[in-house]
Structure formats: structure tokens, C-alpha cells
């Protein structure tokens, strides 16, 4: 199954480290980010997770729940996550989904759809390195693929995450290394007239086709 952005985020039903859950019933009504990794017990993503664990505040703040997922059995997790703590200074706050089989990396495409479980190394499962963030429509919004030798950046995620729930809001759209508080671009499918009425402050106009405003609070 091949996933693009704007596609239903496929629903499965897991084992975590917090109970088995169904993962369009945990979303709810806010937002979601799905993060894999190949392996438990390996170095990068070690302190992946445990930095995500201390991010979580900022994405409790903007109604977005995350979740990982590893491709070993919870009962590895639970002894990766004291791990985690002890190097990284964040206990695991997050649920941490078991896949063993392999399933829901199939179901995301994350992983050749040829591959069987069982005793696989992380070389084997290098492809299981993906972000996906889920809206609140149960669809896919972003995706970002890293390789296992590059830490991910999770700022990047909080800050892309920003600029979808923006976008989302107020039908804006957000221009090269955007951050919370800077210009945001109309887009093209906004006519002058209409964007006139909708920023009545006005907005900067550099061509026809890339006007800026101040961002919508």
C-alpha cells in the first residue's frame, strides 16, 4: 500500500506500552504524529525518543498526541524505555507500538512490502525510519523519511506541525525557514479582492503571484 499526502491515514489496531488501542479512536478530534524506528536498543533512535519525551508539552500544547512505533515486541520496549531515561534525562511519556510482524510498517509503506518479520537486524528494517503527521480528518498531512546513520530533527516536526495547523486555520500558506510569528504568503487561489476584504490592514504585494501578509493570530 503506497501512502501520499491527502490519503486516509490507515487505522490498525495495536499492542503499546500503554494498552492496545485503535489508533483513529486514540487520535480523537486533534491531531497526530506517527514516528518508527527500525530497532529498539539502537544509538540514534535512543535519543530520538528521549528527546521527543520532553517536546511532548509543546505538542500537548497544540492538541497533537504522538506515538511510536519500533519493530520489536512491547515486552523489548518496556526494557528499552529505562534506557532511554538514563541516558536521555525524559522518561517515555508516550505510547510505543509493537511491530513485530511488521504489519502497520507494510500498512504505512514504510518498509519493503516483500520483508517478513521476525529476527530481522535494523539494517534490515532501515527503512522504517518515517514521520507521518495525521490531522484531525484522519489524513495524512506530511510525511518525512530519514535515513538510520541521521538523527531526526523533531524541532523541524513542532515547527512544520505549526505551520499545517496555520495553514488549517486560515487558509495561508508559509514561505522558506517560516517560524511562529513571521509573514505568512496568500495564496495564488485568494484573488486581490477577496484578499483585500480578509486583511483589511493590508498586505505586501512582490508579484502578482507572491503577496505577504502578517500572520493571523
Known sequence: MTIRIGDDAPDFTAETTEGTLKFH?????????LFSHPKDF???????LGYMAGL???????????????????SDHKNWVGDIEETQGHAI????????????????????????????TAVDNATVRSVFIVGPDKKVKAM??????????????????????????????????WRPGDDVIIPTSVSDEDAKKKYPEGFKTLKPYLRTVAQPK
Open 42 to 48: 539502537t544509538p540514534v533512535c535512543t535519543t530520538e
Open 93 to 120: 511519556n508516550y505510547p510505543l507500538i509493537g511491530d513485530q510482524d511488521l504489519t502497520i510498517a507494510k500498512l504505512y509503506d514504510m518498509i519493503h512490502p516483500n520483508a517478513s518479520g521476525g529476527a530481522r
Open 25 to 33: 479512536e486514540w487520535i480523537g478530534n486533534g491531531w497526530a504524529i
Open 56 to 74: 511532548k508539552p509543546e505538542f500537548d500544547k497544540r492538541n497533537t498526541k504522538i506515538i511510536g512505533l519500533s519493530v520489536d515486541p512491547v
Open 144 to 177: 518525512l523519511v530519514y535515513p538510520m546513520s541521521a538523527g531526526r530533527n523533531f524541532d523541524e516536526v513542532l515547527r512544520l506541525l505549526d505551520a499545517l495547523q496555520l495553514n488549517a486555520a486560515h487558509t495561508v500558506a508559509t514561505p522558506v525557514n
